[in-house]
């Protein structure tokens, strides 16, 4: 699989073979996966996960003679029932409803839009080497990322496809335009920049209190001149307690771009996970 994640990778292979979309339509009682993951099945190679397991086994297993026509297959877009028993042999004693679709090259631009609302929005707020870092490891989870800075330069020539650029001057701008629940994550390239944005985002909070996680990145000592201020113009403790500073799982100490770039993406997960956990 490519490293960028697993819709890249099928919108990579998407145009030189087509392919068999499943997908969670639904699931009762425990299972590997939540309603909405998908794999996509080639005549070689899998791109994305519905859990592994028999359960992915047999499943591929039909999609692949959905591709070769084989009798029995399913039927482009059914919805087939799968017990998580002994059938199986796994335990989970669920049920998982599985969507079967064929998908081809013309399908890429909708399949795009389609597999991406599956995933939870995310502000990343700075192009320097820890939002370089980030994004990286970002768009290897269920994350859709709007990068943004006020520096239009900053951003590489390319990116995955679950992340899209964005140039906003003055930077805070942005903050009234995310879409709800989207997380957000500070790490612009200078301290005013990073005190603007904070400032709009409180300021969302107050309105609309739609945003799940804010990070922002820096030192205690940072976060309490940043205190000082906020509460200068207004902010109250509990406002201000709505962000995190620093960002990061508590322990993980290193300062490598890259470090931080796992240790913030561990946090998100666990304060603002991008969906319920499923259970294997």
Request: aromatic residues 6%.
């Amino acid at each position: 699989m490519s490293t960028l994640g697993a819709l890249d990778d099928c919108l990579q292979r998407l145009p030189q073979a087509d392919g068999v979309l499943v997908q969670v339509a639904e699931t009762k009682g425990s299972a590997p996966r939540e309603v909405g993951a998908w794999m996509v099945v080639w005549p070689e190679g899998l791109s994305g996960t519905i859990g592994g397991g028999n359960l992915e086994f047999d499943a591929v297993a039909q999609a692949r003679a959905l591709l070769q026509g084989q009798a029995g297959a399913p039927a482009p877009g059914e919805v087939r029932r799968f017990a998580l028993g002994p059938s199986l042999g796994q335990c989970c004693g669920g049920i998982v409803m599985l969507r079967f679709e064929r998908i081809g090259a013309a399908d890429a631009p909708a399949l795009r839009r389609r597999l991406a609302l599956n995933l939870a929005p995310l502000a990343l707020f700075g192009g320097g080497h820890v939002g370089h870092a980030l994004v990286r490891v970002l768009c290897t989870l269920p994350y859709a990322v709007r990068w943004i800075d006020s520096r239009d330069e900053v951003f590489p020539p390319a990116l995955p496809a679950q992340v899209r650029t964005e140039y906003s001057d003055p930077i805070q701008a942005a903050v009234h335009e995310l879409a709800p629940g989207s997380r957000v994550l500070i790490m612009s390239f200078s301290h005013a920049e990073d005190l603007d944005i904070v400032i709009a985002c409180l300021q969302r909070l107050r309105q609309h209190d739609d945003l799940p996680y804010i990070g922002l990145i820096g030192s205690k000592t940072k976060w309490a001149t940043f205190r000082h201020r906020l509460s200068a113009r207004g902010f109250s403790e509990a406002e201000q307690a709505r962000v995190t500073c620093p960002i990061g799982i508590p322990g993980i100490t290193g300062k490598e771009p890259e470090v931080i770039a796992v240790a913030t993406a561990a946090q998100l997960l666990l304060q603002a996970p991008p969906a319920a956990s499923a259970t294997r």
